[in-house]
């Protein structure tokens, strides 16, 4: 018996074990995804599939075409299962839907922490995100293309276990991990909470690609913050070294600057090690900041909206600069702003995932890609933001802030890139046309912004043992 095809809900079924997340509400150490029960067999599958069938009864529009929306719906990716993991968050959801708009045959497996978070420290996204089944639905009625959901947590294996075997993912992305440093460096709950539910999950899918599907490719979403800032060239993932008349090509030093960032080297360590044991098909992306807000697909239906960060936990640098310009907020430079980094548009993201799908990794070694297209400064972002803003008339201020972080603010920085440009990636790169459409973007939204969230709520250095009420202390700052 065909287990896979008679046990998958389709379309826009959903599989539901776990949507909760923690909660500050939740007891000391508690997992709220923990405590739910498996609803396969219960009452919240069956509520969540009387949800959908009622959208689906709903009058329908007529399907999209290319010709009619722009958005490039064919089937290059065709008979392609993949798994996305974190699909309901920012790089997810913009990958799910570029890779089903390819024919990619896609599910999204997310236990909706992300928006549990937010509830949490009193947080929204500037764009107002619906929920994931209405996103889902709203996608199968303009496309015709189903996209399967699996809300659970990865760190409950039982529930993982039975996805992944109904699904049989051929590549895994894995988007799903608690990706803000600010956060992770909160307080004690925060930091124990980030690293277990990063690198837990990470080795639950490692160990789901063993035992039901060892062909499975598995794409993970590092980050070039993994590397910090040495005073020496960032290469791939690895480096030559000669050490006392003897050469080896070693794993690259990595130095994480956050309890976030070192729960992504913890990963990637035990990614290699997996990849080597096991002979499993492993590459780790390893991500700069992302900006921008629309690809062609989000952008169809304001249902399928991406979120848009702005808050001091959550929102990264130049999402949260051009946000700070459109509501009239200066831009809050964290001291010296020398900190350069790696930065990428959000559709050169999904290009990447798609890229690093075509063309997988091998067996045996983890394969490293620096994924990011372009270095700036903190400076040299505020300043783009700030001429951007005066184009359309918008008076931008740029101010310097108490660095919350600790980290080198003056510092040398040349990161290595070639290995994605050679597999086909076209960079966007960061110029008028996305600082309009973002700042556009931003001022449409700029009622739903609260700016008393704006100004980092916490510093590294006073993460401590009591917990930190972000909300409470944001609003007094
Ligand atoms: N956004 C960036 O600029 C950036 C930069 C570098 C790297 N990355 C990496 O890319 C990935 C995605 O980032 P993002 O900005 O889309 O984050 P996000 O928070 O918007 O999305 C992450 C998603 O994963 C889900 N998730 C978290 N833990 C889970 C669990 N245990 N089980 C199931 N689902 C879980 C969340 O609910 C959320 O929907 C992260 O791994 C992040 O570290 C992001």
Request: proline share 3%; net charge neutral.
């Amino acid at each position: 018996m065909n287990t896979r095809s008679n046990l998958r809900t389709r379309g826009t079924g959903a599989v539901v074990r776990a949507a909760a997340a923690p909660s500050a509400s939740v007891s000391r150490g508690a997992r709220g995804a923990r405590s739910c029960h498996f609803a396969a067999a219960g009452s919240k599958r069956g509520v969540a599939r009387q949800t959908v069938r009622d959208q689906r009864l709903a009058p329908t529009k007529a399907i999209a075409t290319e010709e009619t929306t722009g958005v490039t719906l064919n089937n290059e990716g065709k008979g392609k299962r993949v798994l996305v993991v974190g699909g309901d968050g920012y790089c997810g959801w913009a990958s799910a839907l570029h890779l089903s708009a390819r024919g990619y045959e896609v599910a999204i497996m997310d236990n909706l922490a992300r928006r549990n978070w937010d509830q949490q420290l009193g947080y929204d996204s500037l764009t107002p995100i619906a929920s994931i089944h209405k996103r889902v639905a709203k996608w199968k009625e303009l496309t015709g293309r189903d996209i399967t959901l699996y809300l659970g947590d990865i760190c409950d294996f039982e529930f993982l276990a039975e996805a992944w075997k109904q699904f049989e993912p051929e590549h895994v992305v894995h988007f799903g991990e608690q990706r803000s440093a600010p956060y992770s460096m909160l307080d004690r709950e925060r930091a124990v909470y980030t690293q277990v539910n990063n690198v837990s999950g990470t080795i639950n899918i490692l160990y789901a690609m063993k035992e039901f599907t060892p062909d499975c490719h598995m794409v993970k979403l590092g980050t070039m913050g993994e590397y910090g800032t040495p005073n020496i060239d960032i290469e791939e993932g690895y480096l030559d070294i000669t050490h006392n008349g003897r050469t080896d090509t070693l794993p690259y030093p990595k130095q994480g600057n956050s309890f976030y960032h070192l729960s992504k080297i913890h990963d990637s360590t035990n990614m290699i090690f997996c990849a080597k044991t096991w002979g499993l098909k492993v590459t780790d992306l390893n991500q700069g900041v992302v900006y921008g807000v629309k690809t062609p697909e989000t952008s169809l239906d304001e249902t399928l909206i991406n979120r848009l960060d702005y808050d001091s936990i959550f929102g990264t640098a130049l999402n949260r600069f051009v946000i700070q310009a459109a509501v009239g907020h200066p831009i809050t430079v964290y001291g010296k702003g020398g900190q350069t980094r790696g930065f990428l548009d959000i559709r050169d993201t999904v290009r990447c995932i798609q890229l690093a799908i075509d063309n997988p990794a091998e067996q045996g070694k983890m394969r490293v890609m620096n994924q990011f297209t372009e270095l700036f400064s903190v400076n040299e972002l505020a300043s783009l933001v700030k001429d951007a803003g005066a184009k359309l008339d918008l008076d931008v201020q740029v101010t310097s802030v108490p660095n919350p972080r600790i980290e080198a603010e003056e510092h040398y920085y040349n990161a290595k890139n070639s290995k994605l440009k050679d597999l086909g990636l076209e960079p966007h790169l960061l110029g008028d046309a996305i600082l309009d459409s973002l700042l556009n973007v931003a001022v449409e939204y700029k009622d739903r912004c609260d700016r008393q969230l704006i100004l980092p709520a916490n510093a590294w250095g006073s993460s401590g043992v009591s917990r930190h009420f972000v909300g409470e202390k944001a609003k007094s700052i």
